[in-house]
C-alpha cells in the first residue's frame, strides 16, 4: 500500500510537471492544450471504472458474492467522480477553442449520457432499501446501462458530428514528447484509480464489519 | 418427506438463518413458533423455493427442490398473510388463473369446485378487492390449493383475522390434515392451532432453539418463557 | 406461450374492469399535447422539426403512468409472489408483461394519433403504414426496457417517482432514432432513406428484449 501511495504521488508530480512543463506548446489551441492530458487521463480512468462495474454485476449476479458488489459500488463512485472531471477538464478547453462551453456533438452527448445513468445507478443503490435488493437492482441496471451506450453514441452520431483534432503541431501526427507525457499521466491516473479503489473497498468492508457487530451486540 | 440439511440464508452480512436441520414426516403437521424476526418467514419462503438459500439444501422425497424446482412446485401450496391474489379479479378469475399456471386439467371446473368446498361459491364472481380480509384469506387458501399439492406451507395465516376468520381457516386445516397433507405453518401467537399440530418447532434468532412432539400448551410456554428469560 | 397468452389476458381483464389506467394514460396524453401546442405557437417551418418530437415525448410521458400502473397490479397484495410461487419460467412472466405493456401502450399511441393530426394538422395517410412501423418498433423498445425497469422502480422506496429516473435516459436512442424517422417520413421522404436509424431501433429492441429475459428474474425474485 504505502508503495503503491508513493508511486501514485511520484507520478502525479510527474505527469504535472510534463504536461506543464515538459510538452511542447500545441500550435494552434496554445497552451489551453495542455488540460487535455488530464482530460484524456480522467476519460481512461472512468472507461475502466465503468468496464468493471459492468463485469462485477454480472458475477455479481451470477455468483451472489458480496465481494462483487463492493467492487462494482466503489469503482461506479469513482468512475462518477472521474467523468465529472473530464466534463469540467473538457468544457474549460472547448470555451476557447470551439468558443462553447458545450455541443451536442457525439462524444459529449455519449458522455453525458454516461455520466447521468452512473448518477442514476448511484440514486438507485441509495432508494432500493435493504442490500441485498439493491445490490441486484444496482447490477440488472448498470447492465443495461453499459449496453446502452454503443446505441447512445451510434444514434448521436446519426444525428450530427464534429470531432475535434487534438494532437499535432502543424498537423504531423502526435509529437514525441506529447505521447510520453500523455502516457504519463495515463500512468498517474491509472494509479491514482487504483489507490482509491482500494481504499473505498476497504471502506466498505470496514461498515460491513460494523453492521455485523451491531446485529450481534442485538 | 421433508428434509432440511445446513440450511443458512444471509443477508450481506446479517444471517437469517444459521444452519438448520430438521425432518418432518408425511403428513405431519408441525407448527413453526417463534417471535418476530425469528427467520420463519425466511424459513418458508427457501421451502417453497422463491428464495435461495445461501448454504444448504433442502430436499422433497429425495428430489432436490432447487434442482427440480418447477416439479416441487406443483407439489406446494402456499398461502402468506399476504393474500397474493390479483385484486381486479374476482376469486373466481383469480384461481382460474392460477390453476391454469399449474396446468391443472379443467381450470373452470376445478377452481368452482374449490370455491364450494371452501363456501366461497356464493360470491365468486365479486371482484377479491371488495372482499373483507378473512375472505381473501380463504380465496389464498384456494389459490394454494388448486393444483392439490400434499404439502401446504403457512405462514402466519391468522394475522389480522377476526376471530370468525380465525375459526374457518382452523377448520379448513383441520380437514387438510385428515386428509394426510403435510402442513408446516409459523405463526407467533400459540393459541391458534396449537391443538392440531403433531410437533412445535421453536426458532429463535435463526437458530432450532427445540423441537418438540409435548404440544400441551402449558408446558410449551414454560418452557419458551424460561428459554426466552436465559436469552435475554 | 399458454402462460403468456393468460398473462396478457389476466391484465386485459384487469384493466379495463377499472379502466383508470387506460382514461388517465390517455387525458394525459391530450394534455402534453395540447399544451406543447399552445405553449409552442408552430409556425410551418419550424412545425415539421419540433412536432415529431412532440409526439414522441407525449408517446414516452404516458407510457411510462402506464408502465408503472401495470406493475403495481401485482405488487397489490403481492399477487405477483403467487406467480413466482407456480412452476413458470420467469422469462415468460416477463414476456407476458412485455406482451402486454406493450398492448396497452400501443392502443393509447393509436389513439393519441387522431388527436395530433388535428392540432398539428398532418396528413398522414400518405406515410400511415410506415409510420405505425416506426410506432411499432419503438413502442417494443420502450415496452422491453419499461417492463423490467417498472419492477425495479416499484420496488424501491421511491416507488413511481424513480421510473422516469431510470427509463428516459436509457430509452434515448428510441427516442432519437424514431423522432428522426417520423420527422423525415411526414416531410415526404421514403422509409429506405432512413435505413440506419431504423437499423438501430431494430438493434435496441432485439439488446434489450434479451437482456429483459435474462434479467428479469433478479428483479422480482425474492432476495
Not at chain 3, 168 to 186: C, G, Y
Request: charged share 15%; aromatic share 12%; glycine share 6%.
Amino acid at each position: 500500500m504505502i508503495i503503491l501511495l508513493v508511486l501514485t504521488v511520484i507520478s502525479i508530480i510527474a505527469s504535472l510537471y510534463a504536461s506543464f512543463i515538459y510538452a511542447p506548446t500545441e500550435l494552434v489551441m496554445g497552451d489551453i492544450q495542455r488540460i487535455f492530458y488530464f482530460h484524456m487521463g480522467t476519460v481512461w480512468v472512468a472507461t475502466v471504472a465503468f468496464t468493471t462495474v459492468f463485469i462485477a454485476s454480472i458475477m455479481f449476479l451470477k455468483s451472489g458474492k458480496r465481494k462483487w458488489d463492493i467492487l462494482a459500488l466503489s469503482s461506479a463512485e469513482i468512475g462518477v467522480l472521474f467523468i465529472t472531471l473530464t466534463i469540467i477538464t473538457g468544457s474549460i478547453w472547448a470555451k476557447p477553442i470551439w468558443g462553447t462551453w458545450w455541443t451536442w456533438d457525439p462524444q459529449l452527448t455519449t458522455t453525458f449520457i454516461l455520466w447521468i445513468l452512473y448518477i442514476v445507478y448511484l440514486i438507485l443503490r441509495s432508494v432500493a432499501g435493504d442490500n441485498v435488493k439493491q445490490a441486484r437492482f444496482a447490477a440488472v441496471f448498470s447492465i443495461i446501462a453499459f449496453i446502452d451506450l454503443p446505441l447512445v453514441y451510434i444514434s448521436a452520431r446519426l444525428k450530427r458530428g464534429i470531432s475535434p483534432v487534438v494532437f499535432g503541431p502543424g498537423g504531423g501526427g502526435i509529437e514525441s514528447k506529447m505521447l510520453i507525457t500523455m502516457l504519463i499521466t495515463f500512468l498517474a491516473c491509472t494509479l491514482l484509480f487504483i489507490i482509491l479503489l482500494k481504499q473505498r473497498i476497504l471502506y466498505e468492508k470496514i461498515k460491513d464489519n460494523l453492521r455485523l457487530l451491531k446485529s450481534r451486540a442485538i | 418427506m421433508i428434509s432440511v440439511n445446513n440450511l443458512q440464508k444471509t443477508y450481506g452480512v446479517i444471517s437469517a438463518l444459521k444452519g438448520l436441520h430438521f425432518e418432518i414426516s408425511k403428513g405431519e403437521f408441525v407448527l413453526i413458533f417463534g417471535p418476530n424476526g425469528a427467520g420463519k418467514s425466511t424459513l418458508l419462503k427457501i421451502l417453497s423455493t422463491i428464495l435461495a438459500p445461501t448454504e444448504g439444501e433442502v430436499y422433497i422425497d429425495d428430489i432436490n427442490i432447487y434442482k427440480n424446482s418447477h416439479e416441487i412446485r406443483s407439489r406446494i401450496g402456499f398461502v402468506s398473510h399476504e393474500p397474493f391474489l390479483y385484486e381486479n379479479l374476482s376469486a373466481l378469475e383469480n384461481l382460474v388463473f392460477f390453476a391454469g399456471l399449474y396446468n391443472v386439467d379443467n381450470p373452470l371446473n376445478k377452481a368452482k369446485e374449490i370455491l364450494e368446498t371452501l363456501q366461497l361459491d356464493a360470491r365468486e364472481n365479486e371482484l377479491v378487492r371488495n372482499y373483507s380480509r378473512g375472505m381473501k384469506q380463504r380465496v389464498a387458501l384456494a389459490r394454494a390449493l388448486i393444483h392439490e399439492p400434499d404439502i401446504l406451507y403457512l405462514d402466519e395465516p391468522f394475522s389480522g383475522l377476526d376471530l370468525l376468520g380465525t375459526s374457518i381457516i382452523t377448520n379448513i386445516l383441520k380437514n387438510l390434515k385428515a386428509q394426510g397433507k403435510t402442513i408446516l405453518m409459523s405463526t407467533h401467537s400459540f393459541d391458534d392451532c396449537a391443538d392440531l399440530a403433531h410437533r412445535i418447532l421453536l426458532l429463535i434468532n435463526g437458530e432450532i432453539a427445540f423441537m418438540t412432539s409435548d404440544v400441551n400448551k402449558d408446558h410449551f410456554k414454560q418452557k419458551y418463557l424460561e428459554l426466552v428469560s436465559i436469552n435475554n | 406461450m399458454k402462460t403468456i397468452i393468460s398473462i396478457v389476458r389476466k391484465d386485459f381483464i384487469s384493466e379495463f374492469r377499472s379502466r383508470d389506467m387506460f382514461i388517465s394514460m390517455f387525458t394525459f396524453s391530450l394534455i402534453i399535447i395540447f399544451v406543447f401546442n399552445l405553449v409552442l405557437d408552430l409556425t410551418s417551418n419550424i412545425k415539421n422539426i419540433v412536432s415529431p418530437a412532440v409526439l414522441w415525448i407525449t408517446f414516452l410521458f404516458s407510457g411510462s403512468i402506464g408502465l408503472s400502473r401495470s406493475y403495481s397490479l401485482e405488487k397489490e397484495s403481492e399477487a405477483i409472489k403467487g406467480l413466482l410461487l407456480a412452476p413458470v419460467d420467469r422469462s415468460l412472466i416477463y414476456m407476458g408483461k412485455f406482451f402486454s405493456n406493450l398492448i396497452f401502450l400501443l392502443i393509447i399511441e393509436i389513439i393519441t394519433i387522431p388527436i395530433f393530426i388535428i392540432l398539428f394538422n398532418y396528413d398522414f395517410s400518405i406515410k400511415i403504414i410506415e409510420i405505425m412501423l416506426v410506432i411499432f418498433l419503438g413502442t417494443i423498445g420502450f415496452s422491453s426496457v419499461g417492463t423490467l425497469f417498472s419492477a425495479i422502480s416499484l420496488n424501491t422506496r421511491l416507488r413511481e417517482v424513480l421510473l422516469p429516473i431510470l427509463y428516459f435516459p436509457i430509452i434515448i436512442p428510441v427516442l432519437l432514432n424514431a423522432v428522426r424517422i417520423t420527422r423525415s417520413l411526414l416531410s415526404g421522404e421514403s422509409l429506405s432513406s432512413n435505413s440506419s436509424s431504423l437499423q438501430v431501433l431494430i438493434a435496441f429492441d432485439i439488446i434489450f428484449l434479451s437482456a429483459g429475459i435474462l434479467l428479469y428474474e433478479y428483479v422480482i425474485e425474492e432476495s
